[in-house]
């Protein structure tokens, strides 16, 4: 019998729910960042600096993370995540000033990557074969709704209320959530077959898999794109004179491409196959990147913002089923924190190295590169899967 028949609910729409709440905290801190670190007077490369520290604690914790979810069930990782996003959002408020920005992108980065990879993991564990992309696609929409209403949270907060008080309302956003968790019977423990527990296996082990090493490339890539796009848009948009909200509503056109592109994602899956889809929308979105650069009035940024979300955001879902799929039997969560922490290893180094080209040549060169990135990570997802 299925998890979904035993209970009131389907857990992956309560899922979804939970999702949407956390990403809307998550994503909106990291453009908020940006934006306290400019009013703070940060340059790209120290803004850079601390957009890294989002990615360099969750590199420590992500495997970690998806053993734990792999041995005692997925929802304790998940409430552990919350609590940890909470705290972290919390330390700009009563700690204002660039210092706490870093405490906070460290707390919150390893908060959201427990909670992440857990999360992905139970929508695996518990989808039947069948049901698994669309299951991974509904997860994924969950993220793209929170891409879209984060940014405007955070533009108009900032705008109307100053980024202190928009630190406080996304930590308030993210306590019903987090508290939900803490009930054990929301999402009831599955637990590894006896045979799966036994045996030893070692991060090594998934390295080998060729078919692993692609997807976790193909992801990295495409984390790059969303990552720059929402580090250096604040920037970009700032420098040509755009105010807060303007900047959060480019940020959400992203947002709202996603979520209709994986509206159509699991129909086009099934017709094209995977690796092709995924190769293919890596080309529109290294496209779009190019071309922002280009352009400086508010309806072409939000045409190319669109765009790049259209191509960007089939990379999550299909990247997660592909690694769930191909994952040995009861280690889908180790698997997935190795995915992370690929994706982890990108979001810390493209910041930083991106950073400092901003600070030094400006902003076309460094979306120029990372076309150049998205159309490598198309390569491989085209001829290596």
């Known amino acids: 019998m299925s998890l979904a028949s035993r209970k009131s609910f389907d857990p992956i729409f309560v899922l979804t729910a939970i999702v949407v709440a956390m990403h ?42 998806g053993r734990m979810a ?4 997925h929802r304790i990782p998940m409430l552990y995540g919350g609590i940890a996003c909470v705290l972290g959002l919390g330390v700009p408020f009563v700690w204002p000033g660039l210092p706490a920005l870093f405490v906070s992108a460290a707390i919150v980065g390893a908060g959201f990557s427990f909670f992440n990879i857990a999360a992905q993991a139970f929508v695996g564990t518990v989808s039947a074969p069948e049901r698994r992309a669309f299951n991974f696609t509904t997860l994924s929409m ?18 109307y209320l100053g980024p202190i008080w928009a630190y406080a309302i996304l930590a ?23 045979t799966a527990r036994a045996e030893k296996h070692t991060v090594l082990d998934l390295l080998r898999n060729r078919g692993l090493l692609a997807v976790f490339a193909a992801s990295g890539a495409c984390v790059a794109g969303w990552d720059l796009f929402s580090f250096f848009m604040p920037i970009y948009g700032t420098r040509i004179g755009m105010s807060a909200s303007t900047i959060g509503i480019v940020i959400s056109a992203f947002g709202v491409a996603t979520l209709v592109v994986r509206i159509f994602l699991p129909g086009m899956t099934k017709r094209h196959g995977e690796p092709k889809v995924l190769a293919s929308a890596m080309c529109v979105g290294a496209a779009a990147f190019a071309a922002v650069p280009l352009f400086e009035h508010v309806a072409a940024l939000i045409l190319a913002a669109f765009v790049m979300g259209l191509g960007l955001g089939c990379g999550q879902p299909l990247t997660m089923t592909i690694t769930y799929n191909r994952s040995p039997s009861g280690r889908a969560g180790e698997a997935n924190g190795l995915r992370q922490m690929a994706n982890n290893v990108t979001h810390m180094i493209i910041p930083l190295v991106f950073g400092a080209l901003g600070s030094a040549i400006g902003m076309g060169p460094v979306f120029w590169a990372n076309s150049v990135v998205l159309v490598a990570g198309a390569v491989v997802a085209g001829k290596r899967f």
């Open 24 to 65: 809307v905290s998550f994503g909106g801190s990291r453009i908020l960042l940006s934006l306290y670190a400019l009013a703070l007077g940060g340059t790209p490369f120290l803004i850079g600096m601390v957009v890294a520290l989002y990615a360099l604690t969750p590199m420590f914790v992500s495997v970690p993370a």
């Open 70 to 73: 792999d041995r005692v069930g």
């Open 142 to 159: 969950g993220y793209s709704m929170a891409s879209l209403i984060g940014p405007l949270v955070v533009g108009y907060c900032v705008e």
């Open 172 to 194: 308030a956003v993210i306590v019903p959530p987090t508290a939900l968790l803490a009930s054990r019977n929301l999402f009831p423990v599955v637990v590894k077959s006896a």
